[in-house]
């Protein structure tokens, strides 16, 4: 079975960002349902050096897109940090997924092989797209992406490995 980085990446993208999307959804009712404010949600950080939920988001969003366009040799969406709710996260989310559909599986052949950069620790570093994709991008993606499901799972947000893994994506 041969896998392209179209199929490695975009695909897997979008099942992990809807299962985010809907798990903010979770905890914005677990918010209601407690009387708790849910932009508090937002602030909520596992250990003090780690970024809090709004920004582990937005970085798991930030790689998604960025990966799939270096892959696909396109410009990487740029898209402003400033969501203050979970409803502006889950907006966010959408966008990142809308674009990710726009991208189509031609545009990522060869892009194992394309020469990307990307910024690592603030300063740019050279890729070569299938390691920068398994190596780099999906990993740091599922970083971000499990600790905002920890975060949520332990402030007590009903969840489960049911809600991480979402709605399978099956061709």
Same mark, same amino acid.
């Given at each position: 079975?041969?896998?392209?980085?179209?199929?490695?990446?975009?695909?897997?993208?979008?099942?992990?960002?809807?299962?985010?999307?809907?798990?903010?959804? %979770?905890?914005?009712?677990?918010?209601?349902?407690?009387?708790?404010?849910?932009?508090?949600?937002?602030?909520?950080?596992?250990?003090?050096?780690?970024?809090?939920?709004?920004?582990?988001?937005?970085?798991?969003?930030?790689?998604? %897109?960025?990966?799939?366009?270096?892959?696909?040799?396109?410009?990487?969406?740029?898209?402003?940090?400033?969501?203050?709710?979970?409803?502006?996260?889950?907006?966010?989310?959408?966008?990142?997924?809308?674009?990710?559909?726009?991208?189509?599986?031609?545009?990522?052949?060869?892009?194992?092989?394309?020469?990307? %950069?990307?910024?690592?620790?603030?300063?740019?570093?050279?890729?070569?797209?299938?390691?920068?994709?398994?190596?780099?991008?999906?990993?740091?993606?599922?970083?971000?992406?499990?600790?905002?499901?920890?975060?949520?799972?332990?402030?007590?947000?009903?969840?489960?490995?049911?809600?991480?893994?979402?709605?399978?994506?099956?061709?």
């Amino acid at each position: 079975m041969a896998l392209s980085p179209y199929d490695v990446s975009v695909p897997v993208f979008i099942q992990m960002l809807s299962s985010l999307s809907a798990i903010l959804g %979770k905890a914005a009712r677990h918010a209601e349902e407690h009387g708790t404010d849910p932009g508090l949600l937002l602030q909520e950080r596992l250990y003090p050096d780690m970024f809090p939920l709004v920004r582990q988001v937005q970085v798991a969003t930030d790689h998604a %897109k960025g990966a799939a366009a270096r892959l696909a040799g396109v410009d990487v969406p740029r898209f402003p940090d400033d969501e203050t709710s979970i409803e502006a996260l889950q907006a966010r989310i959408a966008r990142t997924i809308d674009f990710l559909r726009r991208l189509a599986p031609d545009q990522f052949a060869g892009g194992d092989e394309r020469e990307v %950069k990307a910024p690592v620790g603030g300063r740019p570093v050279r890729f070569r797209g299938g390691p920068y994709l398994l190596h780099f991008a999906l990993p740091n993606f599922y970083f971000h992406v499990t600790t905002a499901y920890a975060i949520l799972r332990h402030r007590g947000v009903a969840i489960g490995k049911p809600d991480f893994i979402g709605s399978l994506i099956v061709r």
